[in-house]
Protein backbone atom coordinates (compact mmCIF):
# COMPACT_ATOMS: atom_id res chain seq x y z
CA UNK A 1 0.00 0.00 0.00
CA UNK A 2 1.30 3.18 -0.95
CA UNK A 3 1.67 5.74 1.85
CA UNK A 4 -0.18 8.97 1.63
CA UNK A 5 2.02 12.08 0.16
CA UNK A 6 4.24 9.50 -1.97
CA UNK A 7 3.90 9.98 -5.36
CA UNK A 8 1.86 7.32 -6.62
CA UNK A 9 2.25 7.64 -10.52
CA UNK A 10 5.29 6.03 -12.16
CA UNK A 11 6.36 8.96 -13.49
CA UNK A 12 5.97 10.45 -10.61
CA UNK A 13 8.43 8.27 -8.81
CA UNK A 14 11.15 7.95 -11.34
CA UNK A 15 11.41 11.70 -11.35
CA UNK A 16 11.00 12.07 -7.61
CA UNK A 17 13.98 9.83 -7.51
CA UNK A 18 16.09 11.53 -10.17
CA UNK A 19 15.93 14.64 -8.40
CA UNK A 20 16.86 13.29 -4.74
CA UNK A 21 19.82 11.44 -6.77
CA UNK A 22 20.92 14.69 -8.17
CA UNK A 23 20.41 16.38 -4.36
CA UNK A 24 22.53 14.05 -2.88
CA UNK A 25 24.98 14.36 -5.73
CA UNK A 26 24.86 17.96 -5.71
CA UNK A 27 25.14 17.60 -1.77
CA UNK A 28 28.02 14.91 -1.79
CA UNK A 29 30.33 17.35 -4.47
CA UNK A 30 29.79 20.32 -2.82
CA UNK A 31 30.87 18.55 0.89
CA UNK A 32 33.55 16.91 -0.52
CA UNK A 33 34.87 20.23 -2.37
CA UNK A 34 34.28 22.57 0.74
CA UNK A 35 36.43 20.29 2.56
CA UNK A 36 39.20 20.06 0.12
CA UNK A 37 39.26 23.95 -0.60
CA UNK A 38 38.64 24.42 3.31
CA UNK A 39 41.96 21.94 3.90
CA UNK A 40 43.70 24.14 0.93
CA UNK A 41 42.80 27.50 2.67
CA UNK A 42 44.25 26.10 5.93
CA UNK A 43 47.46 25.18 4.72
CA UNK A 44 48.10 28.04 3.01
CA UNK A 45 46.89 29.79 6.01
CA UNK A 46 49.28 27.37 8.34
CA UNK A 47 51.96 28.55 5.71
CA UNK A 48 51.77 32.10 6.01
CA UNK A 49 51.49 31.60 9.56
CA UNK A 50 54.87 30.44 9.80
CA UNK A 51 56.46 33.07 7.49
CA UNK A 52 54.68 35.22 10.03
CA UNK A 53 55.85 34.46 13.23
CA UNK A 54 60.04 34.10 11.48
CA UNK A 55 59.58 37.16 10.56
CA UNK A 56 58.37 38.67 13.95
CA UNK A 57 60.93 36.53 16.41
CA UNK A 58 63.79 35.17 13.86
CA UNK A 59 64.77 32.02 13.50
CA UNK A 60 64.74 30.24 9.75
CA UNK A 61 63.90 33.24 7.07
CA UNK A 62 63.30 35.71 9.76
CA UNK A 63 64.56 39.12 9.39
CA UNK A 64 64.35 40.15 12.83
CA UNK A 65 65.84 39.10 15.99
CA UNK A 66 63.78 37.94 19.09
CA UNK A 67 62.33 40.82 20.70
CA UNK A 68 60.24 41.04 24.18
CA UNK A 69 56.52 42.43 23.91
CA UNK A 70 56.07 44.59 26.92
CA UNK A 71 53.03 46.23 28.01
CA UNK A 72 53.64 48.73 25.61
CA UNK A 73 54.56 46.90 22.43
CA UNK A 74 56.81 47.31 20.64
CA UNK A 75 56.32 48.04 17.38
CA UNK A 76 59.50 46.03 15.60
CA UNK A 77 57.68 42.71 16.32
CA UNK A 78 54.94 43.70 13.82
CA UNK A 79 56.88 44.98 10.85
CA UNK A 80 56.12 43.79 7.76
CA UNK A 81 52.45 41.89 9.25
CA UNK A 82 49.10 42.68 7.83
CA UNK A 83 46.30 43.87 9.22
CA UNK A 84 44.83 41.42 12.65
CA UNK A 85 47.62 40.00 12.96
CA UNK A 86 48.56 38.83 17.25
CA UNK A 87 51.56 38.61 18.00
CA UNK A 88 52.71 37.63 21.19
CA UNK A 89 54.95 35.59 24.22
CA UNK A 90 54.18 33.34 26.97
CA UNK A 91 56.85 33.59 29.54
CA UNK A 92 58.18 29.91 31.37
CA UNK A 93 55.63 30.56 34.27
CA UNK A 94 52.90 30.93 32.26
CA UNK A 95 51.84 34.88 31.79
CA UNK A 96 51.84 36.31 28.28
CA UNK A 97 51.37 39.14 26.55
CA UNK A 98 50.15 39.88 23.04
CA UNK A 99 49.49 42.54 20.60
CA UNK A 100 47.16 43.07 17.24
CA UNK A 101 47.48 44.90 14.07
CA UNK A 102 45.58 47.42 13.56
CA UNK A 103 46.61 49.12 10.60
CA UNK A 104 47.94 48.09 7.27
CA UNK A 105 51.89 47.25 6.57
CA UNK A 106 52.51 51.39 5.80
CA UNK A 107 50.98 52.15 8.95
CA UNK A 108 51.46 50.26 11.44
CA UNK A 109 49.57 50.48 14.53
CA UNK A 110 49.49 48.27 17.73
CA UNK A 111 46.68 47.58 20.16
CA UNK A 112 47.43 45.68 23.20
CA UNK A 113 45.45 42.62 24.28
CA UNK A 114 43.55 41.90 27.87
CA UNK A 115 44.05 39.39 29.78
CA UNK A 116 40.98 37.69 28.66
CA UNK A 117 42.01 37.87 24.95
CA UNK A 118 45.64 36.61 26.05
CA UNK A 119 44.35 33.41 27.69
CA UNK A 120 43.50 31.65 24.77
CA UNK A 121 46.94 32.32 23.52
CA UNK A 122 47.86 30.81 26.50
CA UNK A 123 46.45 27.70 26.46
CA UNK A 124 47.83 26.90 23.27
CA UNK A 125 51.41 27.83 23.69
CA UNK A 126 53.88 25.07 23.44
CA UNK A 127 51.87 23.22 20.38
CA UNK A 128 53.62 22.25 17.72
CA UNK A 129 50.53 22.31 15.05
CA UNK A 130 48.80 25.63 14.58
CA UNK A 131 45.89 25.21 16.50
CA UNK A 132 42.35 27.34 16.00
CA UNK A 133 40.63 29.40 19.13
CA UNK A 134 38.58 31.92 18.88
CA UNK A 135 39.63 35.56 20.88
CA UNK A 136 36.61 37.31 22.28
CA UNK A 137 36.01 40.65 20.45
CA UNK A 138 38.85 39.54 17.55
CA UNK A 139 37.17 36.69 16.04
CA UNK A 140 38.62 32.64 14.97
CA UNK A 141 42.50 32.61 15.12
CA UNK A 142 44.61 30.27 13.50
CA UNK A 143 47.68 29.92 16.62
CA UNK A 144 51.35 28.81 15.66
CA UNK A 145 54.32 28.76 18.85
CA UNK A 146 57.39 28.26 19.03
CA UNK A 147 60.16 28.07 21.69
CA UNK A 148 61.76 31.39 22.14
CA UNK A 149 65.37 32.35 22.95
CA UNK A 150 64.68 34.21 25.66
CA UNK A 151 62.48 31.30 27.17
CA UNK A 152 59.01 30.34 26.81
CA UNK A 153 57.24 30.87 23.69
CA UNK A 154 56.44 32.92 20.85
CA UNK A 155 53.32 33.32 19.57
CA UNK A 156 51.90 34.16 16.00
CA UNK A 157 48.21 34.31 15.06
CA UNK A 158 46.46 35.09 12.06
CA UNK A 159 42.78 35.92 11.48
CA UNK A 160 40.67 33.22 9.80
CA UNK A 161 38.01 35.26 8.52
CA UNK A 162 38.82 35.64 5.23
CA UNK A 163 39.08 31.62 4.94
CA UNK A 164 35.16 31.36 6.56
CA UNK A 165 34.09 33.81 4.24
CA UNK A 166 35.45 32.27 1.25
CA UNK A 167 33.93 29.12 2.25
CA UNK A 168 30.69 30.96 3.00
CA UNK A 169 30.24 32.24 -0.39
CA UNK A 170 31.50 28.56 -1.96
CA UNK A 171 28.65 26.88 0.04
CA UNK A 172 26.24 29.50 -0.91
CA UNK A 173 27.31 28.84 -4.63
CA UNK A 174 27.57 25.08 -4.07
CA UNK A 175 23.90 25.52 -2.89
CA UNK A 176 22.71 27.41 -5.52
CA UNK A 177 24.29 25.28 -8.25
CA UNK A 178 22.73 22.05 -6.31
CA UNK A 179 19.53 23.54 -6.53
CA UNK A 180 19.42 24.90 -10.25
CA UNK A 181 20.47 20.98 -10.98
CA UNK A 182 17.70 20.23 -8.87
CA UNK A 183 15.38 21.76 -10.86
CA UNK A 184 16.57 20.87 -14.15
CA UNK A 185 16.79 17.46 -13.11
CA UNK A 186 12.56 17.75 -12.22
CA UNK A 187 12.27 19.56 -15.83
CA UNK A 188 14.04 17.33 -17.48
CA UNK A 189 13.70 14.07 -15.84
CA UNK A 190 9.87 14.69 -16.08
CA UNK A 191 10.66 14.86 -20.00
CA UNK A 192 12.30 11.96 -20.45
CA UNK A 193 10.47 9.79 -18.34
CA UNK A 194 6.90 10.37 -19.67
CA UNK A 195 8.80 10.13 -22.99
CA UNK A 196 9.95 6.72 -21.88
CA UNK A 197 6.52 5.39 -20.15
CA UNK A 198 4.58 6.62 -23.64
CA UNK A 199 5.33 3.35 -24.98
CA UNK A 200 3.93 1.54 -21.21
CA UNK A 201 0.59 3.76 -21.79
CA UNK A 202 0.01 2.30 -24.80
CA UNK A 203 -0.05 -1.14 -23.54
CA UNK A 204 -1.94 -0.09 -20.72
CA UNK A 205 -4.70 1.30 -23.02
CA UNK A 206 -4.89 -1.74 -24.90
CA UNK A 207 -5.47 -3.81 -21.54
CA UNK A 208 -8.11 -1.21 -20.66
CA UNK A 209 -9.47 -1.63 -24.16
CA UNK A 210 -9.73 -5.14 -23.63
CA UNK A 211 -11.26 -5.01 -20.19
CA UNK A 212 -14.23 -3.35 -21.77
CA UNK A 213 -15.47 -5.55 -24.41
CA UNK A 214 -18.35 -8.03 -23.18
CA UNK A 215 -16.69 -11.17 -22.41
CA UNK A 216 -19.50 -12.87 -20.28
CA UNK A 217 -20.70 -15.03 -23.38
CA UNK A 218 -21.39 -15.25 -27.29
CA UNK A 219 -18.91 -15.25 -29.86
CA UNK A 220 -15.94 -13.05 -28.21
CA UNK A 221 -13.74 -11.10 -31.31
CA UNK A 222 -10.83 -10.52 -29.80
CA UNK A 223 -8.58 -9.27 -31.82
CA UNK A 224 -6.96 -6.42 -29.92
CA UNK A 225 -3.38 -6.55 -29.91
CA UNK A 226 -0.27 -4.45 -28.73
CA UNK A 227 1.50 -3.77 -31.28
CA UNK A 228 5.07 -5.20 -32.82
CA UNK A 229 6.82 -2.32 -32.10
CA UNK A 230 5.88 -2.26 -28.14
CA UNK A 231 6.09 -6.25 -27.86
CA UNK A 232 10.01 -6.40 -28.62
CA UNK A 233 11.35 -8.31 -25.94
CA UNK A 234 15.11 -7.22 -25.42
CA UNK A 235 13.57 -4.16 -23.54
CA UNK A 236 11.22 -4.41 -20.60
CA UNK A 237 8.16 -2.92 -21.94
CA UNK A 238 8.84 -4.89 -24.95
CA UNK A 239 8.65 -8.02 -22.31
CA UNK A 240 5.42 -6.58 -21.01
CA UNK A 241 3.54 -6.32 -24.52
CA UNK A 242 4.70 -9.69 -25.44
CA UNK A 243 3.22 -10.75 -22.23
CA UNK A 244 -0.25 -9.21 -22.53
CA UNK A 245 -0.44 -10.53 -26.48
CA UNK A 246 0.53 -14.15 -25.01
CA UNK A 247 -2.14 -13.69 -22.41
CA UNK A 248 -4.35 -12.37 -25.06
CA UNK A 249 -3.96 -15.29 -27.27
CA UNK A 250 -4.69 -17.75 -24.46
CA UNK A 251 -7.71 -15.57 -23.67
CA UNK A 252 -9.04 -15.81 -27.30
CA UNK A 253 -7.97 -19.34 -27.20
CA UNK A 254 -10.15 -20.32 -24.17
CA UNK A 255 -13.22 -17.95 -25.31
CA UNK A 256 -13.14 -19.64 -28.33
CA UNK A 257 -13.54 -22.80 -26.87
CA UNK A 258 -15.98 -21.84 -24.20
CA UNK A 259 -18.17 -20.93 -27.22
CA UNK A 260 -17.58 -24.11 -29.49
CA UNK A 261 -18.64 -25.92 -25.74
CA UNK A 262 -21.87 -24.07 -25.51
CA UNK A 263 -22.77 -24.52 -29.09
CA UNK A 264 -22.02 -27.80 -28.78
CA UNK A 265 -23.99 -28.12 -25.30
CA UNK A 266 -26.81 -26.66 -27.40
CA UNK A 267 -26.51 -28.95 -30.34
CA UNK A 268 -26.61 -31.77 -27.71
CA UNK A 269 -29.30 -30.51 -26.29
CA UNK A 270 -31.20 -30.61 -29.78
CA UNK A 271 -29.90 -34.29 -30.33
CA UNK A 272 -30.55 -35.50 -27.33
CA UNK A 273 -33.59 -33.87 -27.61
CA UNK A 274 -34.22 -35.78 -30.85
CA UNK A 275 -32.76 -38.53 -30.04
CA UNK A 276 -35.14 -39.39 -27.05
CA UNK A 277 -38.33 -37.78 -28.64
CA UNK A 278 -38.23 -40.36 -31.15
CA UNK A 279 -38.14 -43.24 -29.51
CA UNK A 280 -40.62 -41.65 -26.69
CA UNK A 281 -42.87 -40.85 -29.78
CA UNK A 282 -42.66 -44.33 -30.86
CA UNK A 283 -43.29 -45.93 -27.25
CA UNK A 284 -45.95 -44.01 -26.85
CA UNK A 285 -47.60 -44.61 -30.69
CA UNK A 286 -47.08 -48.16 -29.96
CA UNK A 287 -48.98 -48.01 -26.29
CA UNK A 288 -51.59 -46.26 -27.59
CA UNK A 289 -52.07 -48.79 -30.60
CA UNK A 290 -51.99 -51.90 -28.22
CA UNK A 291 -54.51 -50.38 -26.30
CA UNK A 292 -56.61 -49.69 -29.22
CA UNK A 293 -55.96 -53.24 -30.45
CA UNK A 294 -55.35 -56.08 -28.11
CA UNK A 295 -54.11 -58.11 -30.99
CA UNK A 296 -50.70 -55.84 -32.00
CA UNK A 297 -49.68 -55.99 -28.13
CA UNK A 298 -46.87 -58.37 -28.52
CA UNK A 299 -45.58 -56.45 -31.56
CA UNK A 300 -45.55 -52.81 -29.33
CA UNK A 301 -44.05 -54.76 -26.56
CA UNK A 302 -41.39 -55.58 -28.38
CA UNK A 303 -40.92 -51.94 -30.14
CA UNK A 304 -41.27 -50.40 -26.66
CA UNK A 305 -38.56 -52.65 -25.49
CA UNK A 306 -35.85 -51.77 -28.62
CA UNK A 307 -36.33 -47.99 -27.81
CA UNK A 308 -36.02 -48.17 -24.19
CA UNK A 309 -32.93 -50.74 -24.96
CA UNK A 310 -31.93 -47.54 -27.22
CA UNK A 311 -32.35 -44.30 -24.77
CA UNK A 312 -31.03 -46.78 -21.85
CA UNK A 313 -27.81 -47.21 -24.11
CA UNK A 314 -27.75 -43.14 -24.99
CA UNK A 315 -28.44 -42.34 -20.97
CA UNK A 316 -25.83 -45.05 -19.77
CA UNK A 317 -23.14 -43.15 -22.56
CA UNK A 318 -24.17 -39.68 -20.82
CA UNK A 319 -23.29 -41.26 -17.06
CA UNK A 320 -19.97 -42.64 -18.16
CA UNK A 321 -18.66 -39.48 -19.72
CA UNK A 322 -19.86 -37.58 -16.77
CA UNK A 323 -17.99 -40.22 -14.39
CA UNK A 324 -15.06 -39.75 -16.49
CA UNK A 325 -15.21 -35.98 -16.13
CA UNK A 326 -15.02 -35.96 -12.67
CA UNK A 327 -12.25 -37.93 -12.62
CA UNK A 328 -13.51 -41.14 -10.59
CA UNK A 329 -10.96 -43.87 -10.94
CA UNK A 330 -11.31 -46.51 -13.46
CA UNK A 331 -10.95 -50.40 -12.14
CA UNK A 332 -6.77 -51.07 -12.40
CA UNK A 333 -5.64 -54.78 -13.08
CA UNK A 334 -3.71 -56.46 -16.01
CA UNK A 335 -5.67 -57.03 -18.95
CA UNK A 336 -5.20 -59.11 -22.09
CA UNK A 337 -5.94 -56.65 -24.74
CA UNK A 338 -4.87 -59.48 -27.49
CA UNK A 339 -7.48 -61.76 -26.22
CA UNK A 340 -9.88 -58.98 -26.17
CA UNK A 341 -9.33 -57.92 -29.58
CA UNK A 342 -9.59 -61.15 -30.44
CA UNK A 343 -13.00 -61.65 -29.09
CA UNK A 344 -14.20 -58.41 -30.42
CA UNK A 345 -13.43 -59.18 -34.11
CA UNK A 346 -14.88 -62.77 -33.97
CA UNK A 347 -18.52 -60.82 -32.79
CA UNK A 348 -18.04 -58.38 -35.60
CA UNK A 349 -17.45 -60.94 -38.24
CA UNK A 350 -20.82 -62.72 -36.76
CA UNK A 351 -22.76 -59.49 -36.35
CA UNK A 352 -21.38 -58.20 -40.33
CA UNK A 353 -21.22 -60.57 -42.94
CA UNK A 354 -21.18 -57.80 -45.39
CA UNK A 355 -17.56 -56.59 -44.50
CA UNK A 356 -14.01 -58.23 -44.62
CA UNK A 357 -12.69 -58.37 -40.69
CA UNK A 358 -8.97 -59.05 -40.76
CA UNK A 359 -6.64 -59.19 -36.90
CA UNK A 360 -3.27 -59.31 -36.70
CA UNK A 361 -1.82 -60.06 -33.29
CA UNK A 362 2.13 -60.31 -32.17
CA UNK A 363 3.18 -63.69 -31.24
CA UNK A 364 3.95 -62.65 -27.71
CA UNK A 365 0.79 -61.39 -26.00
CA UNK A 366 -0.42 -57.91 -25.26
CA UNK A 367 -1.01 -57.26 -21.67
CA UNK A 368 -1.73 -53.54 -20.60
CA UNK A 369 -3.20 -52.13 -17.43
CA UNK A 370 -6.70 -50.94 -17.09
CA UNK A 371 -10.33 -51.62 -16.98
CA UNK A 372 -11.53 -54.45 -19.20
CA UNK A 373 -15.27 -53.60 -19.48
CA UNK A 374 -14.60 -49.84 -20.54
CA UNK A 375 -11.64 -50.81 -22.81
CA UNK A 376 -14.21 -53.93 -24.38
CA UNK A 377 -15.74 -50.57 -25.16
CA UNK A 378 -13.29 -48.79 -26.42
CA UNK A 379 -12.62 -51.66 -29.22
CA UNK A 380 -16.61 -52.39 -29.27
CA UNK A 381 -17.04 -48.22 -30.51
CA UNK A 382 -14.16 -48.21 -32.92
CA UNK A 383 -15.46 -51.37 -34.80
CA UNK A 384 -18.90 -49.81 -34.62
CA UNK A 385 -18.12 -46.98 -36.35
CA UNK A 386 -16.07 -48.88 -38.99
CA UNK A 387 -19.22 -50.99 -39.58
CA UNK A 388 -21.22 -47.88 -39.41
CA UNK A 389 -19.43 -45.59 -42.43
CA UNK A 390 -17.85 -47.91 -44.55
CA UNK A 391 -19.83 -49.00 -47.17
CA UNK A 392 -20.07 -52.75 -47.89
CA UNK A 393 -17.38 -55.03 -49.19
CA UNK A 394 -14.85 -52.55 -47.33
CA UNK A 395 -12.05 -54.39 -45.26
CA UNK A 396 -11.50 -53.31 -41.63
CA UNK A 397 -7.82 -54.26 -40.14
CA UNK A 398 -7.40 -54.96 -36.30
CA UNK A 399 -3.31 -54.59 -35.33
CA UNK A 400 -2.15 -55.03 -32.40
CA UNK A 401 1.03 -53.42 -31.05
CA UNK A 402 3.20 -53.42 -28.12
CA UNK A 403 1.41 -50.43 -26.81
CA UNK A 404 -1.92 -50.52 -27.76
CA UNK A 405 -4.12 -51.22 -31.43
CA UNK A 406 -4.71 -49.92 -34.60
CA UNK A 407 -8.23 -49.80 -36.22
CA UNK A 408 -7.43 -49.07 -40.19
CA UNK A 409 -10.29 -49.49 -43.09
CA UNK A 410 -10.69 -48.49 -46.68
CA UNK A 411 -13.75 -46.95 -46.54
CA UNK A 412 -14.16 -43.10 -47.43
CA UNK A 413 -12.63 -41.92 -44.41
CA UNK A 414 -13.68 -38.64 -42.34
CA UNK A 415 -14.80 -35.47 -44.14
CA UNK A 416 -12.30 -33.13 -43.87
CA UNK A 417 -14.37 -30.56 -41.68
CA UNK A 418 -14.46 -33.45 -39.37
CA UNK A 419 -11.27 -34.72 -38.60
CA UNK A 420 -10.04 -32.12 -36.65
CA UNK A 421 -13.34 -32.31 -34.33
CA UNK A 422 -13.73 -36.23 -34.77
CA UNK A 423 -13.59 -36.57 -30.72
CA UNK A 424 -15.82 -33.72 -29.56
CA UNK A 425 -18.42 -34.72 -27.81
CA UNK A 426 -21.67 -34.56 -30.11
CA UNK A 427 -19.94 -34.35 -33.49
CA UNK A 428 -21.64 -36.54 -35.96
CA UNK A 429 -21.16 -37.31 -39.50
CA UNK A 430 -24.71 -37.46 -40.35
CA UNK A 431 -26.10 -33.79 -40.53
CA UNK A 432 -29.66 -34.78 -40.64
CA UNK A 433 -29.80 -37.31 -37.39
CA UNK A 434 -30.88 -39.89 -39.19
CA UNK A 435 -31.94 -42.43 -36.60
CA UNK A 436 -28.62 -44.37 -37.58
CA UNK A 437 -25.70 -41.91 -37.08
CA UNK A 438 -26.33 -42.15 -33.16
CA UNK A 439 -25.68 -39.05 -30.90
CA UNK A 440 -22.12 -38.74 -31.72
CA UNK A 441 -20.85 -39.89 -28.11
CA UNK A 442 -18.81 -42.95 -29.90
CA UNK A 443 -15.32 -41.43 -30.58
CA UNK A 444 -15.79 -38.95 -27.34
CA UNK A 445 -16.19 -41.89 -25.24
CA UNK A 446 -13.11 -44.23 -26.51
CA UNK A 447 -10.84 -41.02 -26.00
CA UNK A 448 -12.38 -40.22 -22.70
CA UNK A 449 -11.89 -43.93 -21.50
CA UNK A 450 -8.37 -44.24 -23.27
CA UNK A 451 -7.16 -41.12 -21.34
CA UNK A 452 -8.75 -42.18 -18.31
CA UNK A 453 -5.89 -44.83 -18.93
CA UNK A 454 -2.82 -42.58 -19.17
CA UNK A 455 -3.22 -43.25 -22.69
CA UNK A 456 -4.12 -41.31 -26.26
CA UNK A 457 -5.94 -41.89 -29.31
CA UNK A 458 -4.67 -40.45 -32.75
CA UNK A 459 -6.61 -40.00 -36.39
CA UNK A 460 -5.19 -40.64 -39.26
CA UNK A 461 -7.32 -40.27 -42.29
CA UNK A 462 -7.92 -39.70 -45.73
CA UNK A 463 -10.00 -41.40 -48.59
CA UNK A 464 -9.55 -45.24 -48.94
CA UNK A 465 -7.14 -45.33 -45.91
CA UNK A 466 -8.14 -44.42 -42.07
CA UNK A 467 -6.37 -45.30 -38.94
CA UNK A 468 -7.84 -44.86 -35.48
CA UNK A 469 -4.24 -45.33 -33.18
CA UNK A 470 -4.84 -46.42 -29.63
CA UNK A 471 -2.20 -46.12 -27.40
CA UNK A 472 -2.24 -47.21 -23.65
CA UNK A 473 0.22 -48.04 -20.70
CA UNK A 474 1.82 -51.51 -20.15
CA UNK A 475 1.74 -53.61 -17.49
Known amino acids: MIRAGLPRTLTARLVAVSVLLVALAGLLIGTAATLAIRAQLTQQ ?25 DGDGDDREFLGQNYGAVLGHVAADGTGYAGVVTGDAG ?51 LPTAELDQTLEDLVRLELLATLLGVLAAAGVGTWVVRRQVAPLREVAATAHHVAELPLASGEIDLTERVPDRLA ?10 AALNTMLDHVEASLAQRHRSEQQVRQFVADASHELRTPLATIAGYTELARRRPETVGTALDKVETESARMTALVEDLLLLARLDSGRPLLREPVDLSRLLLEAVDD ?12 ALPDAPVTVTGDEARLHQVVTNLLTNARKYTPAGSTVTVTGTEDGFTVHDDGPGFPAELASRAFERFVRGDAARTRAGGAGLGLSLVEAIVAAHG ?20 T
Open 348 to 359: ARVLDRERSWRL
Open 107 to 157: NVGTKNLDATEVRPLIDVAGESDPRTVTLSDLGTYRVLSRPSLRGGYDLAA
Open 232 to 241: DERTEVGQVG
Open 455 to 474: GSVALETRPGDTTLIVTLPR
Open 45 to 69: LDDELRASIGRSFGGPGGRLPPVHI
